[in-house]
């Protein structure tokens, strides 16, 4: 009896698992979907929109950085509703800035040929961090100083403008973002268990965290690629 009991225990901490995994990663795509549809609509539909986009580069980056630190600080006090909107609109706002790195680049082969190549390795290091039975946290603290040192090292590079600087970031950062991919999913795979009891509206909340979060574990991946491959085409 006991045993099925763990069984029973087990497949329920299983589903639990996948029920926020499932939130996070939804909600992801959603967002992701969100930024890169946001480029087509100013291109095709709306190019006047882009100069003004142009214009406002510095504060929409900054709006960015409030709303992305406002939703990882007060998500717990706000309301499910709000921070989906949150969620959303740091997507729209990333599809602006992705407008002009997409004009700047010029050559939709390169970035529909990085897209494909970030999905690959995004899809293979995720499925390595929900299935692997290592638990990840063990790596927390060095993940942290390789993204504290890329933060540092890139804000230097403005100034010093050192090309070999610039692909050591480059390189370094998409293997950092590919480990963290890793290391995320781990995370939200172990929070699970851990809030096996939780209420829907926690389960949501959390949802949108990890969609977060690993939505800009894609998207990092995807720009350090693009460094590489527009390099390369030109």
Excluded: C, H
Excluded at 62 to 83: D, Q
Excluded at 119 to 125: A, E, K, L, P, S
Aim: aromatic share 14%.
């Amino acid at each position: 009896m006991r045993l099925e009991e763990l069984e029973n225990e087990q497949r329920y901490l299983e589903g639990s698992s996948n029920k926020l995994l499932r939130s996070s990663f939804l909600y992801m795509i959603m967002g992701l979907l969100v930024t890169f549809l946001v480029p087509v609509y100013m291109v095709f539909f709306n190019p006047g929109l882009i100069n003004l986009i142009a214009k406002s580069y510095y504060a929409i980056i900054i709006l960015e950085f409030v709303v992305v630190m406002f939703l990882s600080a007060r998500i717990s006090k706000m309301s499910t509703g709000m921070s989906k909107l949150l969620f959303f609109v740091y997507s729209i706002l990333n599809g602006f800035v992705f407008s002009l790195i997409g004009l700047a680049i010029g050559d939709v082969f390169v970035i529909g040929y990085t897209l494909v190549t970030t999905i690959i390795m995004f899809g293979v290091t995720a499925i390595y961090g929900y299935t692997t039975k290592e638990d990840l946290s063990n790596y927390s603290s060095y993940l942290k100083t390789g993204l504290i040192s890329i933060i540092i090292v890139s804000l230097l590079n403005i100034f010093l403008k050192a090309p070999a600087v610039y692909w050591m970031i480059t390189i370094f950062g998409v293997v950092l973002f590919s480990a963290l991919t890793a290391y995320d999913v781990n995370k939200i795979k172990n929070l699970a268990y851990e809030i096996s009891d939780g209420d829907e509206e926690t389960i949501q909340k959390l949802g949108i965290l990890g969609a977060l979060t690993l939505y800009l574990d894609f998207i990092n991946l995807f720009l350090y690629l693009l460094r590489i491959f527009s390099k390369k085409r030109n």
